[in-house]
């Protein structure tokens, strides 16, 4: 089954902690992305991977990491969370970055609470 | 960048009305007009979507129309029904990819 995994579902955590989400796809897609939904601000992107070891900042960057080793992996890394990062995240991929029109799949959102 | 504007946040309406999401962009360049749905605690999914090349799309009870001219596109659900009830994000491409989300629309429903 076509899909995007990301781990933990649920994640409560203390300031300062490092942390990383995991976020894994089995279509094969080049682009894979992250973003924060927060009430009355939608789907904010944070960063973005055209491909492997290709990635760049989105929309809110700012107190967080990605990498891109392998093709299905795209991790999202907080090395020092604080509370203004609690929030739902999503990974989403899409099979092409330059064909601008292919869908995107989300994965089930991972529901992050900084204290 | 790219800013997605959509309107209204919230819509009630009775069952078997029609329900309207209103979206503007910014950048003349986006060429992709996706909309997703999100049912409550699940994750967004793409419900319909229309490139710049068309001005209107239908898929049974929900139609999308794109007017690039005036940088607006609409979302359009005839008779609705409970199950309708989620929240709705438009969204444009620009670029390479990168989908630029309005802040969403919460649709109920009431029987």
């Known amino acids: 089954e076509a899909q995007v995994t990301q781990n933990p579902r649920y994640l409560i955590t203390v300031t300062g902690k490092k942390l990383t989400v995991t976020c894994s796809q089995n279509m094969n897609h080049e682009y894979m992305s992250w973003y924060r939904q927060d009430p009355g601000l939608g789907l904010r992107q944070i960063y973005y991977s055209m491909n492997v070891e290709v990635t760049d900042k989105g929309d809110v960057p700012e107190g967080y990491k990605v990498s891109r080793k392998e093709k299905r992996n795209f991790p999202l890394i907080l090395e020092s969370p604080s509370p203004n990062q609690t929030s739902l995240y999503f990974c989403?991929?899409?099979?092409?970055?330059?064909?601008?029109?292919?869908?995107?799949?989300f994965g089930q959102g991972t529901r992050l609470t900084v204290v | 960048g790219e800013n997605v504007e959509q309107h209204p946040s919230t819509l009630s309406v009775q069952e078997g009305d029609s329900a309207v999401i209103k979206c503007t962009y910014s950048d003349s360049a986006s060429n992709y007009f996706p909309w997703y749905k999100q049912e409550l605690g699940k994750r967004p999914q793409l419900i319909i979507d229309?490139?710049?090349?068309?001005g209107e799309k239908k898929d049974q009870r929900i139609a999308v129309t794109l007017n690039k001219t005036a940088k607006h596109f609409s979302l359009h659900i005839t008779e609705t029904q409970p199950e309708d009830s989620a929240v709705y994000f438009c969204a444009a491409v620009s670029g390479y990819s990168t989908l630029t989300f309005g802040k969403g629309t919460m649709l109920l429903v009431s029987p």
């Open positions: 989403a991929s899409m099979l092409s970055g330059v064909v601008s029109n292919t869908e995107a799949f």
């Open positions: 229309i490139r710049s090349n068309v």
